[in-house]
């Protein structure tokens, strides 16, 4: 083996017939070209070798023809069906469990317009916290203290908080920029509530944002750059993979590191 991979205790376990990717930080965001074949290069293989493959981001707004543009401006091919936003969870998540509720938003038009499409009926915006069942948090660097008084307002009247993610940054075009972890402490602070997070590590966008079975998952791999993407895999059962991160993360250990992505077709390769 090249690189820093090393036997982990996925090897004793069943073949890998499914590998989800992270996207930033793993197949976009880095300023250079990373060493070893390109991401592209390496999603061709898996998918010669008759591997299925997928694409999990925790952006708020990013559709799934957003993440088939984006990925085909990189050299890697995104068929549909293969790829959702913790955005696109969110939507599918509030159709299946809160279908009519009225929703405040803090967060994207992006957002907005995921929960739009997704729903069997017109959505019940509203923008007063005393009217609202249900706060929807997303990516929101523009936050404003009218969005934090009409949360708090919300939480008063016991409404539920979601949020896409709690992810305090992602990489992109090699410099972190802010995901919607700060936004979401200011809002869980204003509601006096804990949210629930619908994005990754929560293995509802793997089950019902990919169609997953738990049983299709024990023998899918998960791809990441960060501590998020390992226990997203822990608690689906699936294989994990830490790619080129730093050493010192939190949270679960994973199966395997790596810091060249065609290590995986060997990791995929070995379980077979
Ligand atoms: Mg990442």
Redesign the pocket.
């Known amino acids: 083996m090249r690189g820093t991979s090393t036997p982990g205790p996925r090897d004793a376990k069943g073949p890998l017939r499914r590998v989800v990717f992270?996207?930033?930080?793993?197949l976009v965001?880095h300023p250079l070209p990373l060493p070893g074949a390109p991401a592209g290069e390496v999603i061709s293989r898996l998918r010669a070798e008759g591997v299925a493959v997928a694409f999990v981001?925790?952006s708020s707004s990013s559709s799934a023809s957003d993440i088939i543009r984006m990925m085909a401006d990189v050299g890697v091919e995104v068929r549909p069906g293969e790829a959702i936003s913790a955005g696109g969870a969110m939507a599918l998540y509030l159709r299946e469990h809160h279908p009519g509720a009225r929703l405040l938003l803090v967060g994207q038009p992006g957002l907005r317009r995921l929960i739009a499409e997704a729903a069997d009926a017109p959505v019940r915006w509203v923008s007063n916290g005393d009217a609202a069942d249900v706060v929807v948090v997303g990516r929101a660097p523009g936050l404003t203290v009218r969005e934090l008084e009409e949360a708090a307002r919300a939480g008063r009247r016991g409404a539920l908080l979601l949020a896409t993610s709690e992810?305090a940054s992602?990489?992109v075009s090699g410099e972190q920029v802010p995901g919607p972890g700060k936004t979401l402490r200011q809002v869980e602070h204003a509601m006096g509530v804990s949210a629930r997070i619908i994005g990754k590590p929560d293995p509802f966008i793997l089950m019902r944002g990919l169609g997953l079975s738990p049983e299709q998952l024990r023998s899918t791999l998960v791809v990441?750059?960060?501590s998020?993407?390992v226990r997203l895999g822990v608690r689906a059962g699936a294989a994990t993979v830490l790619f080129n991160a730093p050493a010192e993360q939190d949270g679960p250990t994973p199966d395997w590191r790596i810091e060249r992505l065609e290590e995986v077709l060997e990791l995929v390769g070995r379980t077979k």
Do not use: A
């Not at 992270?22 to 793993?26: K, P, T």
């Open positions: 992270d996207l930033h930080g793993v965001g981001t925790n992810d992602f990489l990441g750059d960060s998020i993407d």
